[in-house]
């Protein structure tokens, strides 16, 4: 039965192709809209997501407050951290490891092209290991970093891409950092993460004597927790002893201590407010195409009395008047919404292809989720209805000896 009032409606709607799809614009307009704006919110939120969410939820970054755009953690700072605060924090109860990272930007070169990226040291000794499982270092092809290794390096899984040098980096290649020439030893696997993908590792001796000579600053000290029940009283306990050593009071602190769980946390928050609001600005769109429905539907009526007065003669009850009108209202918003979602998903996709085109951001991604496209076909189906309830109703309530007098 309802297959029927369906196909009844949408013969209806096809004897008025112009109306119905300016009665849509509305509705698929703001479909649109909150499908490619949230499906590149979602995109942007799993992208930055991945920079920090390798990180385990023991581990604590200690840096010096500054400008964190403006290059590496650490560069752009008035009062930058020092080499002897990693030994003072790891004397606090609660720390398994402090260990000092160095990080050092600078021209990278291979196959005789050239980009601006970064290295970072690895700690030597037993520090090593602790490193490796704080950050998840794992090798796809060769072999990791090993004490005495001097002009060698490990380089980030992004290495291997044409993309990069117009050839991939490969184990055994040599490559050239700061004018300096290194041997790649050993890969990374994938990180998703352009923080170590897309840059090297070399031992902290080696990067020290190279780039930092007669310098004792350090751009970020990572603090593991022994215990992640005690992260947060081991970063009150860090940030009393950094208050102390750098000789500032509570709320003027210029260091931070941080995890990279509150990290995530943040950025989510701020993420979803956006997404929100712009929902919501899309929502009005919604509503407002949902009113052109109900417009249309009232003309609808108005134009069909005499075959609502036909339908009543001969037999056809109130409840079938109104599920007709009914049906046809809920299709005219499910078509709206099935045009907004493909040209969404157009809109998300295309959007972040042309971005991370021009603008070389690897950030920029779109993910649209089945559940947001079936939401937004449920919201546009259920504004098509609420819209048609009036006017359905009222042809339902028609006298049909009036209604077989109208005259248009």
Known sequence: MLLDY????????????????????????????????IGLGEG???????????????????????????GPPGTAVVTPLTDDLADKIERIPGVEAAINRYL???TMEFNDRQVIGFSYSVPEGEDRKVFERMLNL????????????RDKIVVGNDFTLDSMFGKGVRVGDRLLFQGHTFEVVGVLKKKGSFIFDGSLAMNEGILKDLFRKGDDTVN??????RDVKDVGRVKEDIEDLMRKERDVEKGEEDFEVSSPQQTLETLDSTLF????FVAIIAGISIVVGGIGIMNTMYTAVLERTKEIGIMKAVGAKNSAIFTLFFIESGLLG??????????????AYGLAFAGRAL????LIRAQVSLALILGALAFSFVIGLVAGLVPAWQASRKNPVDALRFVK
């Not at 390798?54 to 964190?68: E, R, T």
Request: glycine share 16%.
């Open 6 to 37: 369906a196909k009844l409606a949408s013969n209806s709607l096809k004897k008025r192709k112009t109306r119905t799809y300016l009665t849509m614009i509305g509705i698929f307009i703001g479909i649109a809209a909150v499908v490619s704006l």
């Open 44 to 70: 942007l939120r799993a992208a930055i997501m991945g920079q920090f969410g390798f990180l385990g939820p023991d581990v604590l970054g200690v840096q010096a407050s500054g400008l964190n755009f403006a």
């Open 104 to 106: 050092e930007s600078g």
């Open 138 to 149: 794992e090798v796809a092809a060769g072999r990791p970093l090993k004490d005495g290794d």
């Open 220 to 225: 970020v000290i990572g603090v593991k927790v």
């Open 273 to 276: 407010a956006v997404q929100l």
């Open 334 to 347: 499910l078509l709206g919404g099935a045009i907004g979602v493909l040209l969404g998903l157009g809109l």
């Open 359 to 362: 603008l070389h951001f690897d």
